[in-house]
Each structure stands twice: as structure tokens, then as C-alpha cells.
């Protein structure tokens, strides 16, 4: 489905019945018009790459068309080289957001919010307070300090209920939300404006080789190299690039959310509590998510497991309990086979990279990893943590 929101630019190629060359030559494929992809066709097109951004449908046709756009840290306890990498990447995105807004003229809806998190049981208070202390030490990037505090109630009892709260409640102040949907249509703008960046939409990867792709319609390309950004399609082309593997390495996980027409305050904070989100957006909505569903028959469609959502959220949030449903989504996020994303280049075909696997956590560190890919193929070290690396994963699905 082609996304209201998204403009098809001069430099986007003929697809379905037009004629197009037999064959092309670039220096960058990249394979998936979501998040991820476009962040690095992004900064590929900056960097002066030729670049061709392909895919099956349309920017932001799967996860990335979503609604609910949290940008939430790990708990700052148990410090890690994964915690810092999220970490780094959600503050830097503030500044990667102000760019993109600035050459293109259009807002990403983006706000470093804060999110209140209820804790209805003491010994939850305990931890929190013990992550408090955690994250005056590791909660900090320069000059900058981002607060975890335990407040005993909340101060807009409307926003986040009392009721909720029986034994206080988080006030994170790192936390923040991008709209999804608008984010992807900066990206889009900003890529159509680069002389060196080109898009195909309509057109899936029928089979993917170390230095070629034939796409559905049968045109020829030539790479220099290769990003696979394609989402849970990013799996099955990159599992038949080597040896057979014992699992596959990744799936589709079902998420379902809902969005909401309500009155308020646009700096007004998340709220999160035992999977339920409740996400206020600029535009006079509020988003609700999201399950996570690893067995379902319909992929896109939403049931009662969205319904009862909505009600736990119109529990947390009374500023939303009357509010009206103005949409229901559903769609597949893409989860790796040991989670973590998966990134860099595949050993039996150097020249293609992954860039895909961010399951809940890919608006929050997509611009980051999109650098790290770039690292990568100029030869420099990709750094981010050794579990997001694609031979990570590869060893994960050929173990017994």
C-alpha cells in the first residue's frame, strides 16, 4: 500500500508494465524502503554514492507505516555495551532529527517527551529507586544529564491515573517519540532531493547474488555493494546467500496498535506499563500498543487482542478514556534470530550487508546503525555491540 503521506519525486524509476533498462550498474543497492533503509540511502546519497533504493511496495509499507513511535532507553541498571550504543544513538537522533527537518521543510513529530512508568507494588519501588542511582551515573553525554526519578504520585492525575500508581511511579526523563509515518516522509524527501540517489518502488529482489540483483520485473543490477533493509523479507534472501542453516534467521513478529483523537498536550509524557503504551503525538492523537504475537493467521488484520489494549489504556490515561478510534493497524515487525538486530556483511558474500532486525527498537537507533553499515563497507570497524553482528546471528542458526 502506498502511504497518503508519501510523494513519488523525478527521480523515482518506472516500475510494473513501463519498460526500464535490462540492466544498471550502481554503487549502492539498498533493499528495503523502510526505517532502516533510508537512513542509509540517506547518508550513502551524502556521501556522494550512486545509490538505488529498492522495494516490493512502497516506503514504510510494512513496520515503519506503524503508529506508535516510543523512543524508550533500556533501564539503566546491568550497564552493558548494548544499553550505551541505545543510549548514544537516542541522544544523538535529536540533532540527526533537526537536520532532516531543516533541509526539508517538514516535521519528523519528534519530542524528547519523558515517560511515566506506574508502580503498582513496593518492591518495584525498590528496584526503581536503585535504577535512579544507576542513571545519575550512566545517564549522561557531555554537559547533558537525563533524569530517572521516583515520585510518590503523579502530577497530572488526568494524564496518568492515581489509581495506577500505588506505590509511586518513574519519571524518565531520556524517553522521547517520533511519528513514524512523518519521520519516514522526511526521509523520503530528503533522499529524492540528492542527485545520486534514484528509488524503485513496485519492485521485489526475485534473487539476490554477491554482486547482483534481478528484481521481479526482470531487470539486471549491478552492485558495488549490497544492504538488505527489507524488513521480515530481509531473512530469506539473506539465509540463501550461504549454507543451509538449521533455523531460519528471523521471523515476523505480529504487532497490533491503535490511534486515538484526544485532546491534549503535545509535550505531554508516554506512559508505559506491562506492554501497554500510550504515546501522544503533536497532531491531537494519541497511539496505543502494542501486543507482540508470535503465533497468529492474520498477519494484518486486528482482533479483540487490540481491543482489550485500548481499554487497559484508557485505564492508565483518563484524558483518553472517551476518546474515538480513528485507526487500527496490524503488521509484522521483523525479529532476529537472537534478537538484536542484525547488521554488517554476510561472510560468503562480502560485498552485502544487513540492516535489518530492529524489531522494537529501530526508530531509536536506525540513523546509528545506518553509519555503522557505512563504516563497514569502507573497510573502518562497524562499531556497534557483537550480538547485532550478522555473523552473530549466522552462528546462532547453524547451532544445534
Known amino acids: 500500500m502506498v502511504h497518503p503521506f508519501l510523494t513519488h519525486a523525478d527521480n523515482v524509476l518506472p516500475s510494473g508494465g513501463q519498460s526500464v533498462s535490462a540492466r544498471r550498474a550502481v554503487d549502492l543497492l539498498v533493499i528495503g524502503a523502510g526505517v532502516m ?61 533537526a537536520r532532516l527537518e531543516a533541509e526539508t521543510g517538514l516535521s519528523c513529530g519528534y519530542s524528547r517527551c519523558g515517560r511515566l512508568i506506574p508502580l503498582p507494588k513496593p518492591h518495584l519501588r525498590e528496584i526503581a529507586e536503585r535504577n535512579g542511582e544507576d542513571a545519575v551515573l550512566r545517564w549522561q553525554s557531555g554537559e ?68 547482483r540483483a534481478i528484481l521481479s520485473n ?24 550461504g549454507p543451509v542453516l538449521r533455523k531460519p534467521l528471523g521471523r515476523g513478529v505480529k504487532g497490533q496498535a491503535a490511534l486515538l483523537k484526544a485532546d491534549v498536550p503535545a509535550d505531554a509524557p508516554i506512559i508505559y506499563l506491562n506492554g ?11 497511539a496505543i500498543g502494542s501486543t507482540s504475537e508470535e503465533e497468529f493467521d492474520a498477519p494484518f488484520d486486528t482482533d479483540h487482542r487490540l481491543d482489550a489494549l485500548v481499554e487497559k489504556a484508557r485505564g492508565l490515561c483518563p484524558a483518553i478514556a472517551e476518546a474515538p478510534l480513528v485507526e487500527r493497524w496490524a503488521g509484522l515487525r521483523p525479529r532476529a534470530v537472537d534478537r538484536d538486530p542484525m547488521i554488517g556483511p554476510h561472510p560468503d558474500a562480502p560485498n552485502v550487508f544487513a540492516l535489518t532486525g ?7 537507533i536506525a540513523h546509528r546503525l545506518a553509519d555503522a553499515v557505512l563504516s563497514g563497507m569502507a573497510g573502518q570497524p562497524m562499531l556497534v555491540p557483537g550480538s547485532y553482528v550478522l555473523e552473530h546471528h549466522l552462528k546462532v542458526a547453524s547451532a544445534e
Not at 492525575?157 to 522521547?176: E, K, Q, R, V, Y
Open 37 to 97: 533503509g533510508l537512513w542509509l540511502v540517506l547518508k550513502a546519497g551524502r556521501a556522494g554514492l550512486k545509490t538505488l533504493l529498492v522495494d516490493a511496495q512502497a516506503p514504510a509499507a510494512g513496520a515503519s507505516g506503524g503508529l506508535l513511535g516510543a523512543l524508550m532507553a533500556h533501564t539503566p541498571d546491568r550497564w552493558n555495551e548494548k544499553k550505551q550504543f541505545q543510549f548514544d544513538a537516542l541522544v544523538q537522533l535529536e540533532e540527526e532529527v
Open 358 to 364: 530492529g524489531f522494537k527498537v529501530s526508530f531509536g
Open 144 to 211: 547533558r544529564r537525563f533524569d530517572w526519578r521516583v515520585l510518590d504520585t503523579p502530577a497530572d492525575p488526568t494524564w496518568l491515573s492515581p489509581d495506577a500508581c500505588g506505590a509511586g511511579l518513574i519519571d524518565d526523563g531520556l524517553a522521547g517519540r517520533v511519528s513514524p509515518r512523518s519521520l519516514v516522509a522526511a526521509l523520503v524527501a530528503a533522499c529524492d532531493q540528492l542527485p545520486t540517489v534514484s528509488r524503485l518502488d513496485g519492485e521485489a529482489v526475485a534473487r539476490l547474488l554477491p554482486g
Open 276 to 286: 501497554v503504551y500510550v504515546v501522544p503525538h503533536e497532531n491531537g492523537t494519541v
Open 218 to 241: 526482470g531487470e539486471d543490477i549491478r552492485f558495488g555493494q549490497a544492504v538488505v533493509a527489507a524488513g521480515v523479507g530481509s531473512f530469506g534472501l539473506l539465509d540463501r546467500l
